[in-house]
């Protein structure tokens, strides 16, 4: 399986069969990342209404589209083109200062034997039925940019209860993302030993369960060109 980041919240999962996942694609003009160049055969989004996350036709090829809210409502776990996701319900900061609070959902999803989870646009702390959604998750997709979405405290806490076996920033600031209101990668990097951190070097990486570490690391991936 390859896991490769977009930018913003948007991955690339790729199986070994060659099915393609592309998660919450971004709007390349608003945010500065690039646009969107192979096609996909599923497209996860946390929100339909939040255009930072929900960008399905930008995506290539026709592909089938999961919104994680409406999973989440659901209460069930849905099994397609070879693969398992599941979703729970979210919301971005309730104090959030220039829109009303989107209501989203936040995906777990099983991929050649590796659990992923993707934090979709948590902007508040995580419950205890959250943090029991994502518990002993293999990957964690983590939301590491701050305001609107999920405080850095509250982010350390829960990763600390989910002990993920591997960390992967998104979300966060980069010499590409217009906006400007988000942290840079140092400001989640500083809370973790220097021997704990990985940088890839590239925008994707390749993983099997053999290949995942046997206590949470942080991998750092570049953004896709």
Sequence with gaps: ???????????????????SIVTDPYEPATSGYA???EPADVVIISS???????????????HETINALDLARTGEPLTT????????????ALSHRDFHPDQ?????????????GHMGD?????????????????VLLALTGGFPTIPMPDLLTAIGRIQPKLVIPMHFRTLTYKP?????IEEFLQHFPKEQVDF??????????????????IMVLDYAR
């Excluded at 959250?130 to 518990?135: G, R």
């Design 104 to 116: 989203n959902g936040m995906a777990r999803l099983v991929i050649d034997g590796v659990s992923i």
């Design 1 to 19: 399986m390859k896991i490769s980041w977009l930018g913003h919240a948007a991955f690339r999962i790729t199986s070994g069969n060659g099915t």
């Design 81 to 92: 083109h070879g693969f398992t996701v599941t979703a729970i319900e979210a919301m971005e």
């Design 180 to 184: 400007r209101s988000q942290f840079w």
């Design 200 to 217: 890839a070097c590239d925008h994707e990486i390749e993983l099997t369960p053999a290949k995942l570490p046997t206590s949470t690391r």
């Design 48 to 62: 339909a209404t939040d255009d930072f996350h929900n960008n399905t036709h930008l995506v290539p090829g026709n």
């Design 35 to 37: 646009p969107y160049r």
């Design 122 to 138: 948590m902007g508040n702390p995580l419950t205890d039925s959250h943090i029991a959604f994502f518990e002993h998750v293999d």
